[in-house]
């Protein structure tokens, strides 16, 4: 079935682990998103990609990374997770340049501790 | 860059009452305006959007206006119903960016 999928759905880790959270789509689409949300709070874009081998910050500033080796795939990296860190972190992904419809995955909920 | 404001952050209505959220951008590049619907513990969901050559869309209870003179919106949800008790973003799109920046949410409560 075609979806965005990110694992892990949760996530418990103490401050200095490395983390990667992942974010797979099935639906060829070449837009994809991060968002940084707590829960029912506003939805920070913290990076985008306009397709492979292209990646930009978002407005919120964020110590993570990402990375879009394939179409389907863009996961985000911590190096050093720290408490600041936990909220949610929401995948989303489009298949128009502009005015698309924005998919959402179920979210990735971290807990630095 | 583009700045989406909305209000209120919070709105109780009585069932049957009509709601109505507003947001204001900042970038008059923008041109187009989707609104999402996050009910508590899932993810945000497309129900409504317009594109700037539109001034108004409606789609069964739910419409969007839009008056790009002012660079603001708003979604209006008529005969309400305790299933429409969610979170509610606006967000803003347009000029060369594919980026979609959300507006701040609006938790509406609709009262049995």
């Known amino acids: 079935e075609a979806d965005i999928y990110q694992t892990p759905r949760y996530l418990v880790i103490g401050t200095g682990k490395k983390i990667t959270l992942e974010c797979s789509q099935t639906m060829g689409h070449d837009k994809m998103y991060w968002y940084q949300q707590d829960p029912g709070m506003e939805l920070h874009l913290i990076h985008y990609?306009?397709?492979?081998?292209?990646?930009e910050k978002g407005d919120l500033s964020s110590e993570s990374t990402v990375s879009r080796i394939r179409t389907e795939h863009f996961p985000l990296t911590l190096e050093s997770a720290r408490p600041s860190h936990t909220s949610q972190y929401l995948c989303a992904s489009t298949g128009l340049s502009l005015g698309g419809e924005l998919f959402f995955g179920e979210g990735s909920r971290l807990t630095v501790l | 860059g583009e700045n989406v404001e909305q209000h209120p952050s919070t709105l109780s209505v009585q069932e049957g009452d009509s709601a109505v959220i507003k947001c204001t951008y900042s970038?008059?590049?923008?041109?187009?305006f989707p609104w999402y619907k996050q009910e508590l513990g899932k993810r945000p969901q497309l129900i409504i959007d317009?594109?700037?050559?539109?001034g108004e869309k409606k789609d069964q209870r739910i419409a969007v206006t839009l008056n790009k003179t002012a660079k603001h919106f708003s979604l209006h949800i008529t005969e309400t119903q305790p299933e429409d008790s969610a979170v509610y973003f606006c967000a803003a799109q347009g000029g060369s960016s594919y980026k979609l920046i959300f507006g701040s949410g609006t938790r509406l409560l609709v009262r049995p």
């Open positions: 970038d008059s590049a923008s041109n187009y």
């Open positions: 317009i594109r700037s050559n539109v």
């Open positions: 990609s306009y397709g492979v081998n292209s990646t």
